[in-house]
């Protein structure tokens, strides 16, 4: 990746790339007008791309030239440092537009976070310096056939004369195909701590199989990561399991992230329908009305899903600033309070994802249904996203703690 758009490009919103270089550095306001005028971009294709999975990959080039991936880059290493507010916004944003291609940069974020959290002095210099000139992270985390979500058999042992191998096989590796840099969380030696191993995506020994084959979410490039006897410096390790031995955000904010596609695809469900039904829809008879949009019965549905997709951007938003909140003042309270502020975005912007759309073939009639419309992606998108952590957990968190005021478990899910 080695390809940037001006900073009048992206005022303009023709998004017209240039030469080599740095990528913009935008500061909160750009980054949301940018976040905007990319999503329409993103809105245009995205049936199209859905329906016949083709992959993003000048999309996701746009994305990343734009300068939003940036956006976290400390400043001190010449980024904007943008708070969470304005991070989930922007995912938020993206994923009104295509919500695969605004899960894409997921994992880059949490790890560019990873690195503010644990990175050495010259990890941070080096990995920022990359994202400043447009690199992109994947992931190599999850494992498919462990005990659980948080069990994996990947490991880093050490290789005659210094430095690490890794092996494994990591699956959902969400954005692993478009990564310049696959981040891969591992065990430093057989049963040690978790260490994160940054390997280049072109290193011997890497392999990336597009194999996912999801129902909904269908064009994230989440494919299996495969690692046979990757060569690994010392230089390129940084611990994991410290992240969680005192208060943290680095769970909360992933999962806001998350909240915030889910956010995005209620929204887009919802313009998607009113859409549809004053342009595309007949009126039921019985409502004596000549457009469908004015029966009263359709009308007071759009009001009750509106009112729904409000609350979990509000939530979502409240979260995001929750999580910045406990930055700023970061103690075991603060760390709470922030955990709890996301569990119940995610836990609101689930239900509006899943209900809204669903609801959208209620009050869009037979015809909604078609395949050809495909409009069904945002239902497949929505039930599809929300299963990566379960929302009755964040519910239950939440229990527990209005009745006895325990706080949630630190760990990366909440």
């Not at 971009?41 to 990959?57: F, I, N």
């Not at 462990?146 to 954005?175: C, F, I, M, N, Q």
């Not at 009750?304 to 995001?320: D, G, I, N, S, Y």
């Not at 959208?360 to 395949?371: C, K, N, Q």
Request: aromatic content about 6%.
């Amino acid at each position: 990746m080695s390809t940037f758009l001006t900073s009048d490009a992206a005022e303009t919103g023709s998004f017209a790339v240039i030469g080599a270089g740095r990528v913009p550095v935008l500061d909160a306001d750009a980054a949301v007008e940018v976040a905007t005028k990319i999503s329409r971009r993103l809105a245009d294709g995205a049936a199209d791309r859905d329906a016949e999975r083709v992959l993003p990959a000048e999309e996701v080039d746009l994305v990343s030239s734009s300068g939003l991936l940036a956006i976290t880059v400390p400043a001190e290493h010449g980024g904007a440092d943008l708070p969470t507010a304005v991070v989930a916004e922007v995912f938020r944003l993206l994923a009104t537009g295509d919500p695969s291609i605004a899960q894409v940069p997921h994992s880059h974020f949490v790890y560019v976070n990873a690195l503010r959290h644990q990175g050495t002095p010259a990890q941070q210099a080096f990995f920022f310096a990359e994202v400043m000139a447009g690199k992109r992270f994947g992931n190599a985390q999850s494992e498919v056939g462990t005990k659980h979500v948080r069990d994996h058999r990947t490991t880093l042992r050490p290789a005659p004369g210094g430095g690490w191998l890794l092996d494994g096989e990591k699956g959902y590796s969400t954005g692993a195909l478009f990564a310049d840099w696959i981040p891969v969380l591992a065990h430093l030696d057989v049963d040690g701590p978790m260490h994160v191993a940054w390997v280049e995506r072109s290193a011997p020994g890497v392999s990336v199989a597009d194999d996912w084959d999801g129902m909904g979410q269908r064009t994230t490039a989440s494919g299996t990561v495969r690692l046979e006897g990757v060569r690994v410096d010392d230089a390129r390790i940084t611990p994991y399991h410290l992240t969680f031995e005192g208060p943290q955000t680095y769970g909360a904010f992933a999962q806001v992230l998350h909240a915030a596609i889910d956010a995005g695809i209620a929204r887009a469900a919802l313009a998607e329908a009113a859409a549809f039904v004053t342009t595309r829809s007949r009126p039921y008879p019985d409502a004596g009305v000549d457009r469908h949009a004015d029966d009263p019965l359709v009308v007071h549905a759009f009001g009750e899903m509106e009112v729904q997709v409000r609350a979990c951007e509000a939530l979502l938003a409240e979260a995001a600033r929750a999580v910045d909140r406990a930055d700023a003042d970061l103690t075991e309270q603060t760390a709470g309070d922030a955990s709890l502020a996301v569990a119940a975005a995610r836990a609101a912007t689930t239900r509006a994802s899943v209900e809204v759309s669903s609801r959208l073939f209620e009050v869009g009639g037979t015809r909604s249904a078609l395949d050809g419309l495909n409009l069904h992606r945002h239902w497949r998108n929505a039930r599809t996203h929300t299963l990566h952590d379960p929302a009755a957990w964040k519910v239950q968190h939440l229990g527990r703690y209005a009745i006895d005021g325990t706080y949630p478990p630190a760990h990366g899910q909440i």
